[in-house]
């Protein structure tokens, strides 16, 4: 089976750092993708890491380390419209690529 | 920018009656998905679609869900009879090929049993 953990809510500051992780326990892992989801609307893709090491895009960044079952997602420069919900998935090898999500960070942006 | 849609947004329904929901994919991708958020939890893979099959299931799809692609270009899903339980967000995907790519999400339809 699969299994992910991240936690379920995160505070931070508008201009700040804010850095999101993510543990998963998975056979044959074939990558890991972070998606945000603001309140009733669908996810949109971030970010993908399949080797281990960071993939910097713009104000986000992933990283990686495969050995460790570990991710974490980095928001630089937050701002206000960062605020929404930040779902690790991972997908197996084997599989039809379906994505298995953990349960989400719910991240909120004070000013 | 080619995006999936979804109909309806927004679908009422009492218990036990059928419901189909409907999903245009991205025109040059090759597998889909139906996922499911029920309110407050996380999201949940239902069905892969791929060669006009089903390629894989959880253990949520039963037997009271169906799925196919009748014409091409619509993706449907099928709930023969409708439970509370039912109610939630569903999410269209899809993705071009079998190897790691992000995958494309719908808008979604809120689903809402009575």
């Known amino acids: 089976g699969q299994n992910i953990d991240q936690p379920t809510e995160m505070t931070a500051t508008e201009g700040a750092i804010v850095q999101i992780n993510c543990t998963y326990q998975t056979s044959g892992f074939n990558g890991l993708f972070w998606y945000q989801q603001h309140a009733g609307e669908a996810p949109t893709f971030l970010s993908y890491?399949?080797?281990?090491g960071l993939e910097e895009k713009g104000r986000f960044s992933s990283f990686l380390s495969r050995s460790k079952g570990y991710s974490y997602l980095l928001l630089k420069e937050l701002q206000m419209k960062d605020s929404a919900s930040y779902l690790c998935?991972?997908?197996?090898?084997?599989?039809?690529?379906?994505?298995?999500f953990g349960s989400g960070t719910q991240l909120t942006v004070l000013p | 920018e080619p995006e999936v849609t979804q109909t309806p947004s927004h679908q009422v329904t009492q218990m036990g009656q059928e419901v189909i929901l409907r999903c245009v994919p991205i025109s040059n991708h090759l597998y889909f998905y139906w996922y499911r958020q029920i309110l407050g939890q996380k999201v949940e893979f239902l069905v892969s679609f791929y060669n006009n099959e089903i390629s894989e299931k959880s253990e949520i799809f039963d037997d009271q869900f169906s799925v196919e692609r009748p014409d091409g270009s619509n993706f449907t899903l099928k709930i023969r009879s409708t439970k509370l339980e039912d109610s939630a967000m569903y999410f269209c995907a899809s993705i071009p090929s079998r190897a790691p790519h992000e995958q494309f999400f719908g808008p979604g339809t809120r689903l809402t049993v009575l």
């Open positions: 998935a991972v997908t197996s090898s084997g599989s039809a690529r379906q994505l298995t």
């Open positions: 890491n399949v080797l281990d």
